[in-house]
């Protein structure tokens, strides 16, 4: 299996940036669907943003459609979430998974994907 360590987070006001990172250890990396999760404090893991193997595809949660861009570069092993307009539900701790497995649908779901992260603490404060 791929490991996987993130970087990035951090504490940031309403309406700012943060870029996020993760990088991934193997030789394997452009055959892994690559996603980013978020949980926050007494909810579910939930789905952010995903993009496949070779990236030209990328999908989003509609509540970061528009303000967040995932995107990797599979010659650094990296698959990165860039946010923008952040807001105070944004806050949470930020995974990142990869998934060998193949899917005729985006990969949306924390069961779709077989390697974490130990994930990375985004704060939005108002």
């Known amino acids: 299996q791929v490991q996987l360590v993130e970087s990035g987070g951090g504490l940031v006001q309403v309406g700012g940036s943060l870029r996020l990172s993760c990088a991934a250890s193997?030789?394997?990396?452009?055959?892994?669907?690559m996603g980013w999760f978020r949980q926050a404090p007494g909810k579910e893991r939930e789905f952010v943003a995903t993009?496949?193997?070779?990236?030209?595809?990328?999908y989003y949660a509609d509540s970061v459609k528009g303000r967040f861009t995932i995107s990797r570069d599979n010659t650094k092993n990296t698959v990165d979430l860039q946010m923008n307009s952040l807001k105070t539900e944004d806050t949470a701790v930020y995974y990142c998974?990869?998934?060998?497995?193949?899917?005729?649908?985006?990969?949306?779901?924390?069961?779709?994907?077989?390697?974490w992260g130990q994930g990375t603490q985004v704060t939005v404060s108002s």
């Open positions: 993009i496949t193997r070779s990236g030209p595809n990328t």
């Open positions: 193997g030789r394997t990396f452009s055959s892994y669907t």
């Open positions: 998974a990869a998934s060998r497995n193949m899917y005729f649908r985006p990969a949306d779901r924390p069961t779709d994907f077989g390697s």
